[in-house]
């Protein structure tokens, strides 16, 4: 079928809006009427490059729609049903036999390989290849593809485009915080970074009854927002020149917890220093191949946990559902920090998304 899609032609080229043929469904295989895809740091670093996924190439993998098509041994899916694309993971490997998915030892390779698991393409144009597969979905169009094991169908009363981002930075972000920190009551935590993912961290946090909730970032407008999602504490790194040692005078000490999302060496120690002996640190960050960072030793032995976690440990057809029910509440306002674009813009929501204007550009697509 013919789909509208944004196609990056060359590495670090703009997103160009173009006509291509998607294939059809295999047997375990749905298409999804894309209804609003959530943009994330990784599509862009896909665009420029990080990985080794060829062009031309679709992105997306935010998707959320409806379902459009089922391949003919799809069972629990039907046309009609509002779904969430997540991430994929290969069933067979050392982790997937254990239900840790989303360290899939084949996770990479599914996610920025650019075809399916067999070499195959789900794009073309002209008869030419075109590359995608993009965490096994590119939802920067208006039709995607993916395997009904990795999507998620959710309630039809929730409000569908503003769902896509649960299946990244959303679960990221708050299962990093309910599914791995499980935090009590009254535990402090600090938030390095309050994009979307860091953003999303606060929101559990908060779901938590963490206190206080401090957060840290260099953008004023986010700062206010983290405020206003639940941060006691805001502090801008731009002008404060001791963020270790505010935040060990504003919890007498250090935090139980802290969370750093934004990738840099240099705030992720800061974020490792602001703990308590015998607190933890999670990187979340998406850092580049052979990025260091140095720690000291006595630092560590003092019972301090440094770790990192993908898509917040979750198993997406457990945590997404729990999500949405948030969002429903009102107890997971992820709306605050989305801003609309359509697929038309989605240079503009690039380029705002990298300014952090945007914190996180969501793509309406044309039907
Ligand atoms: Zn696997
Ligand atoms: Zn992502």
């Known amino acids: ?22 294939c059809e ?3 375990d295989e749905l298409i999804v009427r894309v209804v609003a895809s959530g943009m994330c740091q990784t599509d862009l670093h896909g ?19 409806v379902v459009h098509a089922v391949g003919a ?11 969430v694309m997540s991430y994929p993971w290969c069933g067979d490997c050392a982790n997937c036999r254990q239900s840790r998915l989303n360290y899939c030892l084949n996770g990479r ?8 698991a067999d070499g195959s393409t789900l794009l073309s144009r002209n008869d030419a290849p075109v590359y995608g597969a993009y965490f096994q979905q590119s939802s920067f169009g208006t039709f995607a593809l993916t395997q009904a094991r990795w999507a998620v169908k959710v309630r039809n ?3 569908l485009e503003l769902l896509g981002p649960l299946a990244c930075s959303g679960q990221t972000g708050a299962g990093a915080v309910l599914n791995v920190m499980q935090p009590d009551a009254g535990d402090s935590i600090a938030v390095f970074g309050v994009g979307a993912v860091g953003l999303s961290a606060l929101m559990a946090a908060k779901i938590a009854g963490c206190d206080p909730i401090i957060a840290v970032d260099v953008h004023a407008h986010r700062l206010a927002l983290a405020r206003e999602l639940g941060a006691a504490q805001a502090i801008d790194h731009k002008t404060c020149s001791d963020v270790v040692g505010e935040i060990r005078k504003i919890t007498d000490g250090g935090v139980r917890y802290a969370v750093e999302t934004s990738a840099l060496p240099a705030v992720f120690r800061e974020a490792i220093e602001s703990l308590l002996p015998g607190g933890t640190c999670i990187l979340l960050g998406s850092a580049r191949k ?16 440094v770790r990192g976690v993908v898509q917040g440990d979750s198993l997406p057809k457990e945590f997404i559902h729990k ?45």
Do not use: C, W
Request: hydrophobic content about 40%; cysteine-free; charged content about 20%.
């Open 109 to 116: 390779a599914l996610k920025m390989g650019g075809t399916r």
């Open 290 to 305: 052979g990025t260091d960072v140095s720690l000291e030793m006595p630092f560590l032995q003092q019972g301090r946990v």
């Open 323 to 367: 999500l949405v029910d948030l969002v429903v509440d009102g107890k997971f306002p992820i709306a605050k920090m989305i801003k609309f674009y359509d697929l038309a813009d989605i240079n503009r929501a690039a380029d705002e998304s990298t300014a952090g204007i945007t914190i996180k550009p969501v793509l309406r697509m044309p039907h």
């Open 47 to 65: 665009r420029d490059g990080y990985f080794p996924s060829p062009y031309p190439a679709v992105y997306g993998h935010e998707g959320a729609g």
């Open 1 to 22: 079928m013919q789909i509208t899609a944004a196609v990056v032609n060359e590495r670090s080229g703009p997103f160009v809006i173009d006509t291509l043929d998607l």
């Open 157 to 159: 009363d929730a409000p």
């Open 73 to 83: 041994a799809v069972r629990g899916f039907a046309p009609g049903d509002h779904v």
């Open 25 to 27: 469904p295999r047997a």
